[in-house]
């Protein structure tokens, strides 16, 4: 764990590192306690950061994310080799930083090593940015001029197995930044989301719908999807666009469910599930959804 004083460095190299790309950021506190949006608007989350103005799961996204106002940042979570939980979105390393392996191979002070920007289109203007920990995260977070909501998906490995103990120690680190009442735990794999509930009732939950779940059980039809997420005890479910129908959708209500889709990046859509009255709505652009929500 660090201490604070190399969180406050930690704080201070980043907004160095950044500030020629994300200017306007301040260093302004966050309110000791948060409130989710009010009942009645959408949700703006940044999906990795903004994945379409910076280079996903880096200090450089999440921070972009904060200067554009995003109510959430939505993030990645894996383990190390030895156990830290780092943020990306591919259980391999290959994609983001053209190195072979995946996390789980590696510990976290060689992977911090590695540049997560190295195959972005603008790797030349963004520098070198580490594949940041969760805690990484959570400080930069701590900087947010106004309150800001984390979406954590807990990912799994790249064989599909779970990581042992990403659960405990993800609520531990929660607990530690008092971010139990400002976080929403989101994964596909539901069996994760019953142990977060278990070990942390005040953790909100939310089940991500992929194309195999809606192949099987959406076969049944809409409301066999509905009753199957609520059983499971989520308060969201997060779905991709192309499966959200206004009938999907109001069995979802019916249901009690929170809903919330990814990933829209195109006005038209943005509009259209803002109409529908979703909770949230995932974009790799979260400036456009401060442009388009925000009128």
């Not at 984390?150 to 531990?172: A, S």
């Not at 735990?185 to 977060?196: A, G, R, V, Y």
Request: proline content about 4%; hydrophobic content about 45%; overall charge negative.
């Amino acid at each position: 764990m660090l201490t604070m004083a190399v969180r406050t460095a930690i704080v201070f190299c980043v907004f160095a590192c950044i500030a020629a790309m994300v200017v306007g950021c301040t260093s302004t506190q966050r309110p000791a306690e948060y409130e989710a949006k009010p009942t009645g608007t959408i949700m703006r989350v940044a999906h990795r950061g903004g994945a379409a103005l910076a280079p996903e799961n880096t200090l450089a996204a999440f921070a972009n994310g904060l200067k554009t106002d995003a109510d959430a940042l939505e993030l990645d979570i894996h383990l190390s080799k030895d156990g830290v939980l780092m943020v990306a979105h591919d259980p391999l390393l290959q994609r983001t930083t053209g190195e072979s392996g995946g996390i789980i191979d590696y510990e976290a002070a060689v992977l911090r090593t590695m540049n997560a920007a190295k195959t972005h289109p603008q790797a030349d203007t963004f520098g070198f940015q580490s594949i940041p920990t969760l805690e990484e995260v959570l400080v930069l977070a701590e900087t947010a001029t106004r309150p800001v909501l984390l979406q954590i998906e807990i990912k799994v490995k790249q064989d599909g197995t779970r990581y042992e103990n990403i659960e405990e120690k993800l609520v531990e680190m929660l607990r530690t930044f008092n971010r139990i009442d400002s976080s929403i735990i989101i994964s596909f794999d539901f069996p994760s989301l019953t142990t977060i509930k278990q070990l942390e009732p005040k953790l909100k939950t939310g089940a991500l719908i992929s194309k195999a779940y809606m192949t099987k059980i959406g076969a049944k039809g809409p409301k066999a999807v509905a009753e199957d997420l609520a059983s499971l005890g989520v308060d969201y479910v997060g779905i991709n666009q192309v499966y959200l129908s206004q009938t999907l959708y109001d069995e979802f209500r019916a249901k009690g469910l929170k809903v919330g889709v990814w990933t829209v990046n195109e006005p038209q859509a943005i509009e259209k599930f803002a109409a529908m009255n979703v909770d949230f709505i995932t974009s790799d652009r979260p400036d456009l959804l401060k442009e388009l929500l925000d009128k």
